[in-house]
């Protein structure tokens, strides 16, 4: 085998040792800069408590309720992002089933109109009869 061989063997060596020593330094900063922003996302107005970005609404509000009792009537006034959270249904299945069944209702208005024009065909002389053979 001539060099080639050689100069394939140590570039190979080469990656296996890149993978071994990690990220760089520019990597770790970035990534540590990312988990500082992520850190500090949310932030209550009153008294500046950081809280991290993945932080669900039903945490907020226990925030609220254990600090800031006096802000229950508003809890925006500490987090904006409480806009429409209903304490008494914090996974919001009350607001997504009056969703669907006002969707339901539309849906049945709907499809008795359509059977009032298939009615309407149907005593015009239309009928659903068999398909004639040739």
Request: hydrophobic share 30%.
């Amino acid at each position: 085998m001539g060099k080639g061989s050689n100069v394939q063997k140590a570039q190979a060596a080469r990656e296996r040792n890149q993978k071994k020593l990690g990220k760089s330094d520019e990597e770790r900063r970035a990534a540590s800069a990312k988990a500082a922003r992520d850190s500090c996302a949310k932030r209550c107005l009153i008294c500046l408590q950081t809280f991290m970005v993945n932080s669900k609404p039903p945490l907020l509000h226990q925030h609220v309720t254990a600090k800031h009792p006096d802000m229950l009537s508003d809890p925006t006034r500490c987090f904006p992002e409480l806009s429409g959270f209903d304490p008494t249904d914090p996974k919001g299945l009350k607001v997504a089933a009056k969703a669907k069944e006002n969707e339901k209702k539309k849906k049945s208005k709907k499809g008795g109109a359509g059977m009032d024009n298939l009615d309407d065909l149907l005593s015009a002389g239309l009928s659903k009869g068999k398909k004639k053979k040739k």
